[in-house]
């Protein structure tokens, strides 16, 4: 049998859906000998690699609340701190280092100052995950070792070379952002914004994909319509639609790993 690893891509609550991908593959009796994550791939990801199960995840994420996350900060390079997020991760996962961990795992961040993607794989699962996850602005920057870290899906949304990297002989790779589309009608300014930032983002995450075909067996989008990344709230509708890609898949992921 092949060995199975997935890619699971950024995405803020959308990212959701990778916990129900994950416990699609558990009902099929699949499970991943590589993970890598980019963000709240990189959540979800580290913390299935510690031995979380998806209903335990999915309980935990659902009980969430807003508050649960803000700290806000008067610190240059962001509004909010990485505290909350950190003793969050801290009483789930635990003090952990990667070699600690169930299953190989790997995630990818930004060093703004190097301008290049980082790829995190050996020391504190916490340090690196938090790295990971901090987007732009929002969360202050991870400063660490001469580097300034923020969210790897500011370059890198879907880290599929990596877990290709890792010995994974079949890589599934789960981009949780698709192709984010503008309003119909011109929104206010900060939306404009963000707008154009996805836009960017589309251009890029699309040539990656064409660079990386061969680096990948499948390439896998739930179907998420316009739910926002930053939004605290469909966390269930995220983790249906991220079961039923999984259930749509199984049999080709499946034939991928006996095939010869």
Known sequence: MKTLGL????????????????????????????????????VVGSAYAAGLSPEYMRRAVCSLRFFDLVDITNK????????????????????????????????VAVDMLRQEVIEFSSGSVIDAVVASSCIPSVFKPVEVDGMRLVDGGVLKRVPVEEVKRM??????????LGKRLCKDRCPNALTVLLEVVDIMDNART??????????????????????SQYS???????????????????????????KE
């Not at 995405?11 to 709240?40: T, V």
């Not at 997020?85 to 070699?99: M, Q, T």
């Not at 010995?167 to 949780?176: E, I, L, T, Y």
């Open 206 to 227: 699309h040539a990656y994909k064409t660079r990386m075909r061969k680096q990948y067996d499948l390439w896998l989008e739930p179907e998420l319509g316009d739910m």
């Open 167 to 176: 010995g994974a002989d079949v890589v599934v790779a789960v981009d949780v």
């Open 76 to 107: 240059p390079g962001g509004v909010l701190d990485t505290r909350k997020i950190r003793k969050l991760l801290a009483r789930y996962i635990g003090e952990r280092d990667f070699a600690d961990l169930k299953i190989p795992f790997s995630c």
């Open 232 to 258: 605290f709230r469909n966390f269930n509708f995220a983790y249906l639609q991220g079961y039923e890609l999984g259930r749509k898949n199984v049999d080709k992921i499946k034939r991928l790993l006996e």
């Open 7 to 42: 890619a699971l891509g950024s995405g803020g609550s959308r990212g959701i859906a990778h916990i129900g991908f994950l416990q699609a593959l558990e009902d099929a009796h699949i499970r991943p000998s590589y993970i890598s994550g980019c963000s709240m791939g990189s």
